[in-house]
């Protein structure tokens, strides 16, 4: 079993809608976590970032993290097509430190006109 | 803005061919990483470096090797190029504390 489990997708949504993308992890280390946006042909940016449980938003993009259930969430809403990415999360057990990271294998999302 | 570049986007070698990948970045960052990127597998680390001349293995260095001579400057080794090694290479930075890592746009390499 992996460590970070993450629905490949593709995840097909119109313009407009609500997003929501997961994750699902074991080690119950980890208390940073990460969402990263990959662009087709492009490297992974990071979209949001987050300590421990709760949430973040940040514009139309919100982070959520359940520990209890070592879950993890990124909602966006009223979505447009440059949504269009694969999204990866990310988690480590220490801050400051890329090298402990481990990532999702990535949900593919289409947001259609 | 940080820029990490990687020298090449594609490549194609045949087996057993010696490969380097290189990596630069702009912003005095102390710490490179190399991934490669599979589908279904995700983001692997195969080596990271936070100073010059230094190195450390990450999950999967089996096939690799690295350099950083300089600063600003990683390079990602085959020494003898299999076909399980074509993969995306992704070389990313990061400087100290909290900073976020910043990714290269990749090099696709194929090996036949």
């Known amino acids: 079993q992996k460590e970070v489990e993450q629905d490949p997708g593709p995840l097909s949504v119109p313009e407009g809608a609500i997003v929501s993308l997961n994750c699902t992890y074991s080690n119950s280390a980890f208390q940073y976590f990460m969402w990263y946006r990959q662009y087709s042909r492009k490297g992974p940016e990071l979209l949001m970032y987050t300590y421990s449980s709760g949430n973040k938003e940040d514009g139309r993009f919100t982070a959520q993290v359940d520990k209890s259930s070592k879950y993890i969430s990124l909602f966006i809403r009223d979505s447009q097509p440059s949504d269009s990415a694969t999204y990866l999360c990310a988690m480590s057990p220490l801050t400051g430190t890329a090298s402990k990271l481990t990532f999702g294998t990535g949900t593919r999302l289409q947001v259609t006109l | 803005d940080v820029k990490v570049t990687q020298s090449s986007r594609y490549l194609v070698k045949r087996t057993g061919e010696k490969v380097f990948l290189e990596c630069v970045q702009d912003m005095d960052h102390e710490n490179m990483f190399w991934y490669r990127q599979d589908p279904g597998l995700g983001l692997r680390l195969i080596y990271f470096s936070y100073d010059v001349k230094m190195k450390e293995k990450g999950d999967i260095p089996e096939g690799y090797s690295v350099s950083r001579e300089k600063k600003e400057r990683f390079s990602l080794i085959l020494e003898s190029a299999s076909t399980n090694q074509t993969s995306m290479y992704l070389c990313?930075?990061?400087?100290?504390?909290?900073?976020?890592?910043?990714f290269g746009n990749g090099t696709r390499l194929t090996v036949t």
């Open positions: 990313a930075s990061t400087g100290q504390g909290n900073s976020p890592l910043h």
